[in-house]
């Protein structure tokens, strides 16, 4: 079946270091590839998302490339702030099919002054 | 804005009690859903809605049941609440069709079971 694998964390930065979160799929055909966003406290609320190869999302300077070759849709940020800290869910929804997402666990990134 | 509301923020009950846990989306969604979110674990989908009183299963649905009686409303029902279904629950929406549909959360209801 479909499946997300997201690079366990927590990951812990420093303010302005470059974040990458690695997330891979396993689909049929050509899902659709989201990464959602949870800060504190909050439901999740999406962040970016991808629907076709090479498509590339970006938001609040996050960016994520879909790749079919690799099966990828790695997370990044050039520079992060301590705002930044969250918890960052890639997901992906099937083509064409049902109507779920499939969630990867989730990346625990806290960002320290 | 679409907004998604859940009835509770925060819940305690008591093993054995009937818990019903309350959604509401303000934007014509077709879809809505349930899903658990425990540590280590992620989101997993208890059971979703395409349309009013229809439902489908998800990956967890034991112990628990739904009701979709009006189109922007959606209740996740615990019959017998026991300590392992202690946890977030988190309702989210979206419109039926399309690939790229994002789905909606609400802030989430973390429910204690002692």
């Known amino acids: 079946g479909d499946s997300v694998t997201q690079m366990e964390g927590p990951v812990t930065l420093s303010e302005e270091a470059f974040l990458t979160i690695n997330c891979t799929y396993t689909?049929?055909?050509?899902?659709?590839l989201f990464w959602y966003v949870q800060y504190p406290g909050e439901g999740l609320q999406l962040l970016l998302k991808?629907?076709?190869?090479?498509d590339k999302g970006s938001n609040k300077g996050f960016e994520a490339t879909y790749r079919k070759e690799t099966t990828s849709f790695h997370l990044e940020k050039g520079s992060v702030q301590v705002s930044d800290s969250a918890v960052y869910f890639c997901a992906l929804k099937t083509q064409g099919g049902s109507e779920k997402l499939v969630f990867g666990k989730g990346t625990k990134l806290t960002v320290n002054p | 804005d679409v907004k998604v509301t859940q009835s509770s923020r925060y819940l305690v009950k008591r093993t054995g009690e009937k818990v019903f846990l309350e959604c509401v989306q303000d934007m014509d969604h077709e879809n809505m859903f349930w899903y658990r979110q425990d540590p280590g674990l992620g989101l997993r989908l208890i059971y979703f809605s395409y349309d009013v009183k229809m439902k489908e299963k998800g990956d967890i649905p034991e112990g628990y049941s739904v009701s979709r009686e009006k189109k922007e409303r959606f209740s996740l029902i615990l019959e017998s609440a026991s300590t392992n279904q202690t946890s977030m629950y988190l309702c989210?929406?979206?419109?039926?069709?399309?690939?790229?549909?994002?789905?909606?959360f609400g802030p989430g209801t973390r429910l204690t079971v002692l």
């Open positions: 989210a929406s979206s419109y039926l069709g399309g690939g790229y549909n994002e789905q909606f």
């Open positions: 689909a049929t055909g050509y899902p659709s």
């Open positions: 991808a629907t076709k190869a090479d």
